[in-house]
C-alpha cells in the first residue's frame, strides 16, 4: 500500500492508497514540531485507529505548505513504516508544464491538485482549494500551469474581523439562509461566506475571458463543502483530488 501525507497550515490529511484505491483517509492538527517521533506517534495512532498496520505500506509521499516539516516527516515514516517517502519539491517529476516566473516556487498543494485536475477532468480547468487561504489555479487546455490567485481564506478573514473590530464578535462559519442579515452575526456570515463565493464566481468569469471559454471548476478543501453551494458557477467537488494527485507524483517518482 502507500501511504499519503497531505499537510496544510492547520490541518493534515493522512491516506493510504491499494492500487488507485483510496481506502482511508484521516484529518488532524498539523502539529509544526521538528521532533520526528511526535509525527511517528501520531501516525501511528492514526494507522491504529483504522485497523492498519505500519508495515503494510511499501511507499509513501508527502506534500507539505510547510517546507521545514519535511525532514521530520520523512524521518517519522521511514521510522514507522520503514519506506522512504517522495516529497513533492524542486526536482520531483509532476509531469505539469509550470509556465510561472519562478516554478520551483509554487507550492506542493497547488502543484498535486493541479495533477490530478488535468488527468481526470476536461481541460481548461481551474481549482479552488478552500483552506487556510483559498487559492484559484489556472490549467490550460494542453496541461500547462498557466498562473492562478491567492486570497485569505474565510476562516482566516472570520477571524481577522473578530481581532480587528472592537464591537465584532466571532462567528460559526455557515451561509445564513438569506444574504440580508438581520444581526451582526449573521451580516458577518453573510459577508464571510457569500463574500467568498461571489469572488470565485467573479474571478472565474475572468479566467473565462482570459481562456476563450469556459473551464471545468473543481472545489476541494476543507472550506469547500461550505462555499462551492453558495456559489453561482457550477463547482465539482472533489474532496480528496490533493490525495490523488500526491500518489500520481509518487509514481512518476517511485524507484
Same mark, same amino acid.
Given at each position: 500500500?502507500?501511504?499519503?501525507?497531505?499537510?496544510?497550515?492547520?490541518?493534515?490529511?493522512?491516506?493510504?492508497?491499494?492500487? +488507485?484505491?483510496?481506502?482511508?483517509?484521516?484529518?488532524?492538527?498539523?502539529?509544526?514540531?521538528?521532533?520526528?517521533?511526535?509525527?511517528?506517534?501520531?501516525?501511528?495512532?492514526?494507522? %491504529?485507529?483504522?485497523?492498519?498496520?505500519?508495515?503494510?505500506?511499501?511507499?509513501?509521499?508527502?506534500? @507539505?505548505?510547510?517546507?521545514?516539516?519535511?525532514?521530520?516527516l520523512t524521518a517519522a515514516v521511514k521510522q514507522?513504516?520503514?519506506?522512504?517517502?517522495?516529497?513533492?519539491?524542486?526536482?520531483?517529476?509532476?509531469?505539469?508544464?509550470?509556465?510561472?516566473?519562478?516554478?520551483? $516556487?509554487?507550492?506542493?498543494?497547488?502543484?498535486?491538485?493541479?495533477?490530478?485536475? $488535468? @488527468?481526470?477532468?476536461?481541460?481548461?480547468?481551474?481549482?479552488?482549494?478552500?483552506?487556510? $487561504?483559498?487559492?484559484?489555479?489556472?490549467?490550460?487546455?494542453?496541461?500547462?500551469?498557466?498562473?492562478?490567485?491567492?486570497?485569505?481564506g474565510v476562516e482566516v478573514g472570520a477571524q481577522?474581523?473578530?481581532?480587528?473590530?472592537?464591537?465584532?464578535?466571532?462567528?460559526?462559519?455557515? %451561509?445564513?439562509?438569506?444574504?440580508?442579515?438581520?444581526?451582526?452575526?449573521?451580516?458577518?456570515?453573510?459577508?464571510?461566506?457569500?463574500?467568498? $463565493?461571489?469572488?470565485? +464566481?467573479?474571478?472565474?468569469?475572468?479566467?473565462?475571458?482570459?481562456?476563450?471559454?469556459?473551464?471545468?471548476?473543481?472545489?476541494?478543501?476543507?472550506?469547500?463543502?461550505?462555499?462551492?453551494?453558495?456559489?453561482?458557477?457550477?463547482?465539482?467537488?472533489?474532496?480528496?483530488?490533493?490525495?490523488?494527485?500526491?500518489?500520481?507524483?509518487?509514481?512518476?517518482?517511485?524507484?
Amino acid at each position: 500500500m502507500l501511504l499519503v501525507l497531505e499537510v496544510g497550515n492547520a490541518t493534515t490529511t493522512l491516506g493510504a492508497f491499494r492500487g +488507485d484505491e483510496l481506502v482511508f483517509t484521516a484529518r488532524t492538527a498539523t502539529r509544526h514540531t521538528p521532533l520526528p517521533d511526535e509525527h511517528a506517534l501520531m501516525l501511528g495512532q492514526l494507522l %491504529a485507529l483504522y485497523g492498519c498496520a505500519p508495515n503494510s505500506f511499501d511507499g509513501a509521499a508527502i506534500s @507539505s505548505v510547510v517546507p521545514g516539516l519535511y525532514p521530520a516527516l520523512t524521518a517519522a515514516v521511514k521510522q514507522l513504516c520503514g519506506c522512504a517517502a517522495v516529497c513533492v519539491g524542486p526536482g520531483v517529476k509532476t509531469g505539469l508544464d509550470i509556465r510561472l516566473d519562478a516554478p520551483a $516556487a509554487l507550492g506542493s498543494d497547488r502543484v498535486c491538485g493541479a495533477v490530478a485536475a $488535468a @488527468s481526470a477532468y476536461p481541460l481548461p480547468a481551474l481549482v479552488c482549494n478552500f483552506g487556510t $487561504a483559498t487559492t484559484i489555479c489556472c490549467i490550460g487546455d494542453g496541461g500547462q500551469y498557466l498562473g492562478g490567485c491567492i486570497a485569505p481564506g474565510v476562516e482566516v478573514g472570520a477571524q481577522a474581523l473578530a481581532d480587528r473590530a472592537a464591537q465584532l464578535p466571532q462567528v460559526a462559519l455557515k %451561509a445564513p439562509a438569506s444574504v440580508l442579515g438581520k444581526n451582526t452575526a449573521e451580516a458577518m456570515q453573510t459577508g464571510i461566506v457569500y463574500g467568498a $463565493a461571489s469572488m470565485v +464566481d467573479g474571478m472565474v468569469a475572468r479566467y473565462t475571458q482570459l481562456l476563450g471559454q469556459a473551464p471545468t471548476v473543481v472545489a476541494t478543501g476543507e472550506f469547500a463543502p461550505l462555499i462551492a453551494p453558495c456559489c453561482r458557477t457550477p463547482l465539482v467537488q472533489d474532496a480528496h483530488l490533493l490525495l490523488r494527485g500526491l500518489r500520481q507524483i509518487y509514481c512518476k517518482n517511485r524507484r
